[in-house]
């Protein structure tokens, strides 16, 4: 029988029996001064992530061990469980030795220091501590951030942020017992520039092994060691397209500034020839902007030169008499009509057939606001599907007054908008013109936590000067169209119990009257006019048309009514259900060009509902149900679980009669669970587990044509320290046509990804989708203080 010979006690400070007698003795009196106010917390500069340099030289150093020995203000030795602690530095091993002089630290036999949350373990340190220069030899290391480690010949401490690493691995993958074991990726390096500062790591002479296969031998490469923006080359991109071929992008990002950066992205298209893209951003105080092109010379797809432009300005500058002046601009161009099809993964806002051309002016003082505007359009037009342009507004002069504190609780406000209007007469049929547009609006509101009542009254003067004789054969025309409309509503509330919650339940009932008398104006060209939407925000208005050239002649009353299940705690909106209708008194005479008069007295029922009784469900849908034909007009159906996170399940029913009626299903959920082999910690949003399937997609099938419009379907593998991702793309960019491409991409993680840019396309398509191994807090240098 052996027995374990007690060690001997170390020699360091420790809490003795005294502080709890202390204690012990004045718990009466904080028992009896428990009603004096704690004084106020003071943040110290000792608990901050950071230390500041100033704060560095007045901090106390810590010495610990078994034995110690040495002279006053000259050296220390420490032997036997040696440990030294100064700020955010720890040093550990089993002999240490500091000349306090040169604030130097030699320290042999399992050496383990913790710099900031970063461990270097090996034989043998030295160390000057506060500049945190020296070098240790074999060290093993892991990295607080992304978490990453490895093993070197020798790391050389520049100062306390930089750092080389000689003869170095570098992998995020896990440690696992085992002889055998080897981490699924790792980076062999000559060397490594590790830069705490700029958070970018620089390997020289390097290789990268994925599955023990090197896959991307490489001279010198740079990566980051945190999201933190940097310059350089960016991983290549790899895609495949039925349009382009094979696509090879390889990005360069240059971080001109902290406030300004710029992306090159020449790619190479194997059916097409070389797109040479760009893409520049800035933010300064006073303003900010975007510019994003393309230009591809010798487009073989269309035997020609191709280019597109985005711009995106937004800003302000001060004038001495009048203060700021906002300004904004948004300029979309591109080189033919067939870009919109050819290049349907550029800027969102080139792949759409009209283009706007956009430049603001705005100024306003209290509740005065002026506006001028030029906007001119870019119609890309498709031979099958011909699109009548908008008119170009060059110039539009808005001014603007609301005022809600005048005497009596009156609301008043005033508009005058005066606008030349330009387009192709043969695309338009219709003369351009001059429209001068003028309102006024009083209105009174009565409004208490249970009632409102708001009476209006609205007066609208329109002129029009024409470049040429309308059907009447004058050159101008004038209307004046008053209206008064008077909104009402009560709210009722109560204390109500189900599915074993406390609820307050509230019953809205509100009716709306409005009366416009007819002023003929159905001869006058339509320049900006269209019928509003139909839904529960357009049926409490006055007017039926947006713009200004229809002002419609009304003589009904809206009625209706809304409840909602509240938390009588926080005030969530557990659920909402809504039903509204209007009663025409009279024939609406005012319509579009080509619409029948309006002689329906009853209009359709919206129904509309939206319930999140349960953390996990969410269920939302609107129906217009004409009482007429018992069916419904258009409905829209919706609904979403998400259980817990990478697991969300969302549908929608979309259907307007006679036009479209379609199905839209996305997901993001782990196949693993559908053999049994469910991570019960993911489930319970605790963290991702590794060896892990995942589904990924998203299909849009329309069921009057019987055909899928839009498809994404992906898988994704999450290999604990890697991610590899496969994804399949269909986009609709004709009735007779689509885009279809193949992602692959391979994320290491905390280090690079290689392939295609399949993430971004996952984003925009999936609602709610989630990153694997996404990192979104720091850590902390305290949760690994040891």
Request: a positive charge; hydrophobic letters at 35%; glycine letters at 8%.
């Amino acid at each position: 029988m052996h027995c374990k010979r007690p060690e001997p006690p170390a020699a360091r400070f420790v809490l003795t029996p005294v502080a709890f007698v202390a204690a012990a003795l004045l718990q009466p009196a904080l028992v009896r001064a428990q009603d004096i106010p704690s004084p106020a917390l003071k943040p110290t500069p000792m608990l901050s992530e950071q230390i500041p340099a100033a704060a560095r030289p007045q901090l106390p150093t810590f010495v610990s061990g078994d034995r110690i020995q040495g002279r006053t203000d000259m050296e220390t030795i420490v032997e036997g469980g040696a440990e030294m602690r100064r700020g955010d530095t720890i040093i550990r091993a089993d002999r240490l030795e500091y000349w306090q002089p040169d604030d130097l630290a030699r320290a042999r036999g399992n050496v383990r220091i913790n710099k900031q949350g970063n461990i270097f373990e090996g034989p043998l340190l030295e160390l000057k501590v506060d500049a945190f220069t020296g070098f240790f030899n074999e060290p093993r290391y892991q990295f607080l951030r992304n978490g990453a480690y490895g093993e070197a010949e020798r790391v050389d401490f520049i100062d306390e942020k930089r750092a080389i690493i000689r003869n170095a691995t570098y992998t995020t993958c896990r440690r696992n017992p085992g002889p055998d074991w080897m981490p699924d990726w790792i980076l062999r390096a000559a060397s490594i520039h590790l830069d705490n500062e700029e958070e970018v790591g620089r390997a020289t002479g390097a290789v990268l092994s994925f599955k023990g296969l090197p896959i991307l031998p490489v001279p010198s490469m740079s990566f980051p060691l945190t999201d933190k923006r940097k310059s350089g080359l960016l991983p290549p991109t790899i895609g495949l397209d039925n349009v382009s071929g094979l696509e090879l992008t390889l990005p360069y990002y240059w971080n001109i500034a902290p406030n300004r950066d710029a992306t090159l992205y020449p790619t190479l298209m194997s059916k097409r020839g070389v797109d040479l893209a760009g893409e520049f951003r800035y933010l300064e105080r006073d303003y900010a902007g975007t510019a994003r092109a393309n230009y591809m010379p010798g487009d073989s797809l269309r035997d020609r030169d191709r280019w597109g432009l985005a711009l995106r300005h937004d800003g302000a500058f001060g004038l001495p008499a009048l203060g700021p002046v906002g300004v904004s601009l948004n300029v979309n161009r591109v080189s033919d009509d067939n870009y919109w099809r050819d290049f349907s993964r550029t800027s969102a806002s080139l792949t759409q057939r009209l283009l706007a051309g956009d430049g603001i002016m705005a100024w306003s003082r209290g509740p005065l606001s002026l506006t001028a505007r030029v906007l001119k359009w870019q119609t890309l037009q498709d031979p099958a599907s011909i699109i009548v342009p908008p008119y170009d507004r060059a110039p539009q002069l808005v001014a603007r007054y609301a005022n809600t504190e005048l005497p009596g609780g009156i609301d008043a406000y005033a508009e005058a908008d005066h606008t030349r209007f330009v387009s192709d007469r043969l695309l338009t049929q219709q003369p351009n013109a001059r429209r001068s547009f003028s309102q006024l609006q009083i209105s009174r509101p009565w409004q208490s936590p249970a009632a409102f009542v708001i009476p209006k009254l609205q007066l609208h003067a329109t002129s029009y000067d024409f470049d040429a004789p309308i059907a009447t054969g004058s050159r101008s025309a004038n209307r004046t169209v008053p209206t008064f409309s008077i909104d009402s509503g009560l709210v009722f509330e109560r204390d109500t119990q189900l599915f074993g919650r406390a609820f307050r339940q509230t019953l809205e009932p509100r009716a709306f009257y409005v009366y416009t008398p007819f002023r003929a104006q159905n001869h006058l060209p339509n320049y900006d006019s269209a019928r509003n939407d139909y839904n529960f925000a357009t049926i409490w208005t006055e007017n039926a048309f947006g713009g200004h050239d229809r002002i419609s002649d009304n003589n009904l009353l809206t009625l209706g009514a809304t409840s909602r299940l509240l938390d009588p705690d926080t005030g969530a909106e557990a659920a909402r259900f809504g039903v509204a209708q209007r009663l025409r008194f009279e024939d609406q005479r005012v319509t579009l060009p080509g619409e029948p008069t309006v002689s329906e007295r009853l209009s359709d029922l919206l129904f509309g509902a939206s319930v999140s009784l349960f953390p996990k469900w969410t269920v939302d849908g609107t129906v217009q149900y004409n009482p007429k034909t018992g069916r419904s007009v258009r409905s829209t159906l919706g609904g979403r679980y998400n259980p817990g996170n990478y697991r969300v399940v969302s549908a929608a029913y979309r259907l307007q009669r006679g036009l479209s009626e379609q199905i839209d299903v996305g997901w993001q959920w782990p196949l693993n669970d559908l053999w049994g082999d469910r991570d019960e910690n993911l489930a319970r949003g605790m963290g991702l587990g590794e060896g892990r399937w995942y589904s990924v997609g998203r299909l849009n099938f329309s069921l009057k044509d019987r055909r899928v419009v839009d498809t994404v379907v992906g898988l994704e593998y999450d290999g604990g320290c890697w991610v590899g991702r496969v994804v399949l793309e269909r986009l609709q960019s004709s009735t007779s046509s689509s885009n279809k491409r193949i992602l692959f991409q391979l994320e290491f993680v905390g280090f690079t990804r290689l392939g295609s840019n399949a993430l971004q396309t996952l984003k925009e398509n999936i609602p709610r989708y989630q990153f694997l191994r996404e990192q979104v807090t720091t850590p902390s240098r305290f949760g690994n203080y040891d």
